[in-house]
């Protein structure tokens, strides 16, 4: 099986493997995954993916008038969303598909989409698991398209399923990236104006917090 490494020793157990979202070690050469698990069941067929996921820094970069430089503002961090694509090449894989289809058929509460923490807790997220998806913290995600299978000439369905990352509730966050130290080289005329334009920044920061309450 794919996703063993050694006898009864599963995939999440090899040498870099985990869900804490830190290690980055796992090769995929020598433990290769075609599998990824939803609310606790395996994928049917064969997995290829995830695909374009991300976590993305929410930045807003702002420019002042007569400043000759910008600045960033950091909102936190944007939600990933990504694609695992189901390949079914046998009878047996679209038996398997039609008993796991009723995730990818399942649907949130209407409201906030809290994060879950237990597999049979479907009404609100799933967890999700794949070697990939780990290093970057997604460990929760509710399926944001649920696709039709696509069938080529081969007589092989694809069926791609669009997932989008949950978290818990926001916290507050504000912050911007730290400029680099002042330049020795600059005179102390360009010296006061750059302070200035750093007090002019930090008061469009006030305004800006202001107008986000």
Known sequence: MPFVVGPNTPIWQAPG???????????????????????????PGICRGPTNAAIVRNLDERQGYGIDFAWLIFWGRKLAR?????????EQDWDDWQKWRPLVHTVPRRGPVRRST???????????????????GITSAIVEEEPQEEVDDGMIAKVPIRFAQCKGMPKPAYAKPEAA??????????????????????????????GKR
Do not use: C
């Open 82 to 90: 990504f694609t695992m694509t189901l390949e079914l090449y046998t």
């Open 17 to 43: 493997v985990t869900g804490g979202g830190t290690s980055v070690a796992w090769n995929p050469i020598r433990y290769p995954v075609n599998k990824f698990m939803l609310a606790g069941s395996w994928s």
């Open 118 to 136: 237990d597999n049979a807790d479907t009404a609100r997220s799933m967890l999700i698991w794949h070697p990939q998806l780990a290093p970057l």
């Open 181 to 210: 130290k002042e330049d020795p080289a600059l005179t102390a005329q360009e010296q006061r104006i750059r302070n200035k334009a750093e007090q002019l920044m930090n008061a469009l920061q006030q305004d800006t917090l202001a």
